[in-house]
């Protein structure tokens, strides 16, 4: 059975080995580098401060347990922050998105949260690659006075700190990987370190804002804000009767909007297909239940809707690349 960890017990683990002298970690100038204990498992997390406003971080590691990080409030100064994982991932919650975010390699991640609650989960054996950084709202705004060309939810989250709360997932594309592979195999120490550090960081800022503006030209129509509300109301429909789902038609005669609005909606507010919201919902149901070891495979696939077990079956693998017998063996 894999441990679930708090984030309060990772903290009484890490003071137990920082006693202990098992622990690896110092600071060095503008760096902190800090080395997992085998504890907890493996790997490192870096970060380095660059201008005032821009905080980068790498992390190359692997958890032996369930981490589950909680916390309590995001500062109402937060920076905006930008993540891009090159390998594995993490399920989000946070009480200002209204709906969890799986983290996944090849994405990126754009937000700034303020003054919200959230619950970061993170699951054994897998590597995480991951980078990410923090830049200050005001300092994207002082880059150039064509402010304007941003689309609005960013300029909304720069004019007003504190209060906007915003979140966007994007495709890493091949530009940016090639400076993500770049700034973690950065071959540079001291300043040399520090001003290539800073000008890939800037690069990814340039090319994350030329996504964002070009993907803000291509959107469709953005949805009212009683449309916005019918999407969820659609998406607990849909969740809630999960074993026998109504059908597209039904789900929009339901929430009394038309086919067409039905699937931009989930597409806008949720980042995938109104099926594809059910099929993530299933398979994390289906994992939570055979961790119990109280049913079968084929009573697990019943349960969330399957009747057939071979299809069930794979569905799960496409889903964690482990057959569902794997989380009874585990759980």
């Excluded at 622990?23 to 100038?29: L, M, Q, W």
């Excluded at 720069?158 to 890493?172: D, Y």
């Excluded at 503006?213 to 009212?224: E, G, M, V």
Aim: charged share 20%; net charge positive; proline share 5%.
């Amino acid at each position: 059975m894999v441990r679930v960890l708090t984030g309060n017990e990772v903290c009484e683990i890490l003071e137990e080995c920082r006693a202990n002298g098992d622990v690896t970690d110092y600071a060095e100038g503008p760096e902190q580098f800090f080395e997992l204990p085998s504890q907890l498992g493996q790997g490192y997390w870096r970060t380095t401060q660059l201008r005032p406003g821009i905080q980068l971080s790498m992390a190359d590691l692997e958890k032996r347990q369930t981490h589950v990080h909680a916390i309590q409030q995001h500062s109402q100064t937060m920076p905006l922050t930008l993540s891009y994982y090159l390998s594995g991932g993490c399920v989000v919650e946070n009480d200002g998105i209204k709906t969890s975010i799986e983290e996944v390699a090849g994405k990126s991640y754009l937000y700034c949260l303020p003054n919200t609650a959230e619950l970061e989960r993170y699951e054994p054996r897998q590597r995480i690659r991951k980078i990410s950084f923090q830049v200050l709202p005001e300092l994207i705004q002082a880059f150039s006075e064509e402010f304007y060309e941003l689309p609005t939810d960013i300029k909304q989250v720069i004019e007003q700190p504190g209060k906007a709360i915003f979140h966007h997932t994007s495709t890493i594309t091949p530009p940016q990987q090639q400076v993500l592979q770049q700034i973690f195999r950065c071959p540079f120490q001291g300043i040399t370190r520090q001003v290539y550090l800073e000008a890939k960081v800037l690069e990814l800022i340039a090319l994350q804002l030329d996504q964002l503006i070009a993907s803000s030209r291509k959107a469709p129509n953005r949805l009212a804000a009683n449309d916005i509300d019918r999407i969820y109301q659609a998406r607990e429909i849909l969740l809630r009767n999960m074993a026998q789902p109504p059908s597209l038609s039904e789900l929009a005669r339901l929430v009394q909007l038309n086919e067409r609005k039905l699937k931009q909606g989930f597409r806008q507010v949720f980042g995938t297909t109104v099926f594809g919201c059910l099929y993530n919902h299933r398979m994390h149901q289906a994992k939570e239940l055979l961790k119990t070891g109280q049913l079968s495979v084929q009573e697990t696939a019943r349960c969330i809707g399957y009747a057939s077990r071979t299809s069930f079956v794979a569905a799960f693998k496409k889903k964690f690349q482990v057959s569902p017998s794997h989380f009874q063996k585990s759980g």
